[in-house]
């Protein structure tokens, strides 16, 4: 019977592990389909405003590969990507990306709104309606966006999850933009691709840096998240900045540090 209870002891921790790693590679999954959809959107939109800082032959820019139109008159911006086309580091994006906006994304009181159209980040399907609104006080202040997005992801097995979703988001820019930094609050809610009902909080500001971008690190590297997920309670701490995927979670009060995989990886090799 001790030995038993024992292997059964071990079973569950082992399932407690598996689903908090879950919980955490679905963030970092999530996290990272959506930041890039925030940077596609804020290169083109930089792109199409005369005297913007992005190039777009530049190799390193989200929207070296797509084709982008702008519809002055109805205040459209199509981000087309056609059938797929690879960044430097190998990530494929196909589909387009529509943009229609009030005013310049950078101008206070601007709202822009975006819906996607056969859009794919690395294999995975993306649908819905992300709203940004520009919520600084001054052109000179640092750009701040309050961002819902109410959509779906589709996997690379079929597999579908959803997400509503509320931030308040701060664009930190630097001289050089590789040190631009992105810092985000709030919460959300929404469904696993495995059918999971979970709800986010942020509890401590999220830190993304795109300057970790080159370490292939497309996931928050600071801030702390609480995950409530198939009953369970979980946090998920990022660190204190470094470029690194080591998070720590904590389940019932047991922590334990976790190098995330990227899920993209175990779907479609990309």
Sequence with gaps: MFLFSCDENQDLNNQADDESIEAAENEAAIDEITDEVDEIVYSGTEYVNEGGRVAKSDENSPIHCATITHDIENKTITIDFGDGCDDWRGRRRSGKIIITYTDHLFVPGAVVTITFEDFYFR???????????????????????????????????????????????????????????????????????????????????????????????????????????GGKVKTIDYGDGECDRIVTITTNGVSEQKELRRRFQQQNGQ
């Design 123 to 229: 294999g995975v399907k993306v649908n819905g309606v992300r709203v940004i609104s520009n919520i600084s006080e001054t052109l000179e202040d640092n750009l701040l966006f309050d961002i819902t997005f109410d959509g779906e992801f589709t996997w690379g097995d079929g597999s579908v999850g959803s997400r509503n979703a509320h931030w308040i988001v701060e664009r930190i820019r630097a001289a050089n933009p590789i040190n631009d930094e992105k810092h985000v609050d709030g919460d959300a809610t929404g469904t696993t691709h495995t059918g999971v009902d979970y709800s986010v909080d942020i509890t401590e500001t999220i830190v993304f840096k795109r300057s970790c971008g080159p370490f292939n690190v497309f996931i928050p590297v600071e801030g702390i998240k609480v995950i409530m997920w």
